[in-house]
């Protein structure tokens, strides 16, 4: 039995939601097709052909990367790859291109999009979890023709279950403020060698150090999986936020956050007891790097191609 039968690849957002709307709930969006394809073959065993596909990733809106006014503005169709590859997201959003850079291997980052990391909802999505730490905001276009802004994780409504419904709408691109002076960011996770898809946890940070540089004066934290949705350790920001950027801090926030976290146990990828330790293993690693972005203006992101 075939997986679909039509294959669309419409040139406009507009096009797309149209077409969607000719196939009335049994057509839907792909882009690289690395989860979707896995889905379609493994999960429905093959039981249900999809009536369409259809391809966004030539819709040039969706696959532009631009600043304009100190934000970032990143296509849902931007490959793993192409955010890896971009100079302005490593210099002023380092932990994005840290977390896309690991993304399965070379084959699954040239052709997996940052749009299908948010758009498949999971919790542990690598790019998922560095937008969630940027404070990204994502725009879609509703099936009722309507375009809107809205906070990224308002898209999320459980494990692999998303407010875009990919039979009908699309998700069109992110937006994260860009990373001005004393603000840095990094990315940090852990995953099993012979990895399934998705990292044991990942932790992203944007911090913002006072004038002086010796002081959190703000900060995101992601770390995830540790729900059904995707979410910021606002506990753990709190810990950080007035205080001086020193092994204590480190110390007290690495503690808030295991006390107010709550991973839970994966049958494929970990303990509740490993990510509960890591946590802190994660925070160690990132926080410090992240304030030295903060203080130097220098980011050249790490590990990328090592996932
Ligand atoms: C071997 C392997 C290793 C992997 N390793 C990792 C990893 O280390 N970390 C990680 O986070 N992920 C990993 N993944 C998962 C996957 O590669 C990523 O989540 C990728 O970003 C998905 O993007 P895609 O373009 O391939 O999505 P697709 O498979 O094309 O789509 C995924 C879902 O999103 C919908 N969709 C896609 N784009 C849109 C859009 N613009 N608007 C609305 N709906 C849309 C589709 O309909 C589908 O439901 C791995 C996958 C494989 C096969």
Same mark, same amino acid.
């Given at each position: 039995? +075939? &997986?679909?039968?039509?294959?669309?690849?419409?040139?406009?957002?507009?096009?797309?939601?149209?077409?969607l709307?000719?196939?009335?709930?049994e057509?839907?969006i792909?882009?690289g097709g690395?989860?979707?394809?896995?889905? &379609?073959?493994?999960t429905?065993?093959?039981?249900?052909?999809?009536? =369409?596909?259809?391809?966004?990733?030539?819709?040039? %809106?969706?696959?532009?990367? %631009?600043?304009?006014?100190? *934000?970032?503005?990143?296509?849902?169709?931007?490959?793993?790859?192409g955010?890896?590859?971009?100079?302005?997201?490593?210099?002023?959003?380092?932990?994005?291109?840290?977390?896309?850079?690991?993304?399965?291997?070379?084959?699954v980052r040239?052709?997996?999009?940052?749009?299908?990391n948010?758009?498949?909802?999971?919790?542990?999505?690598?790019?998922?979890?560095?937008? @969630?730490?940027?404070?990204?905001?994502?725009?879609?276009?509703?099936?009722?023709?309507?375009?809107?802004? *809205? !906070?990224? &994780?308002?898209?999320?409504?459980? !494990?692999?279950?998303?407010?875009?419904?990919s @039979?009908?709408d699309? *998700?069109?691109?992110?937006?994260?403020?860009?990373?001005? #002076?004393?603000?840095?960011?990094?990315?940090k996770?852990?995953?099993?060698?012979?990895?399934?898809?998705?990292?044991?946890?990942?932790?992203?940070?944007?911090?913002?150090?006072?004038? /002086?540089?010796?002081?959190?004066?703000?900060?995101?934290?992601?770390?995830?999986?540790?729900?059904?949705?995707?979410?910021?350790?606002?506990?753990?920001?709190?810990?950080?936020?007035?205080?001086?950027?020193?092994?204590?801090t480190?110390?007290a926030v /690495?503690?808030t956050?295991?006390?107010?976290?709550?991973?839970?146990?994966?049958?494929?990828?970990?303990?509740?007891?490993?990510?509960?330790?890591?946590?802190?293993?994660?925070?160690?690693?990132? &926080? +410090?790097?992240?304030? %030295?972005r903060?203080?130097?203006?220098? =980011? #050249?992101? %790490?590990?990328?191609?090592?996932?």
């Amino acid at each position: 039995m +075939p &997986l679909w039968h039509d294959y669309h690849t419409p040139a406009t957002v507009e096009e797309a939601i149209q077409t969607l709307a000719r196939y009335d709930g049994e057509a839907r969006i792909i882009a690289g097709g690395t989860d979707l394809l896995i889905d &379609l073959q493994h999960t429905m065993q093959g039981r249900h052909t999809l009536a =369409a596909l259809v391809d966004v990733t030539a819709i040039s %809106e969706m696959t532009q990367i %631009e600043e304009q006014d100190d *934000l970032i503005y990143v296509g849902a169709g931007v490959t793993h790859t192409g955010i890896v590859d971009s100079p302005l997201i490593e210099q002023k959003a380092t932990c994005l291109v840290e977390s896309c850079g690991v993304v399965g291997g070379p084959q699954v980052r040239n052709v997996g999009t940052l749009g299908g990391n948010v758009a498949h909802a999971l919790p542990a999505g690598d790019g998922t979890t560095s937008l @969630t730490a940027l404070n990204a905001e994502a725009e879609v276009a509703w099936h009722t023709g309507q375009r809107e802004w *809205l !906070p990224l &994780l308002q898209l999320f409504k459980g !494990p692999g279950l998303s407010a875009v419904d990919s @039979t009908r709408d699309v *998700l069109i691109r992110f937006r994260f403020k860009a990373s001005q #002076q004393q603000e840095g960011t990094a990315f940090k996770r852990i995953m099993r060698p012979q990895g399934v898809a998705l990292p044991v946890l990942g932790c992203a940070v944007w911090v913002k150090l006072n004038d /002086s540089g010796d002081t959190y004066a703000d900060a995101h934290i992601c770390i995830g999986p540790v729900a059904s949705i995707p979410a910021r350790a606002s506990e753990a920001e709190q810990a950080l936020i007035g205080q001086p950027t020193t092994e204590t801090t480190l110390d007290a926030v /690495s503690h808030t956050a295991r006390e107010t976290l709550h991973p839970r146990t994966s049958k494929y990828r970990s303990t509740a007891a490993y990510r509960d330790y890591m946590i802190e293993t994660l925070l160690r690693q990132a &926080l +410090p790097l992240a304030v %030295e972005r903060a203080r130097t203006g220098v =980011a #050249q992101a %790490e590990g990328v191609g090592m996932g």
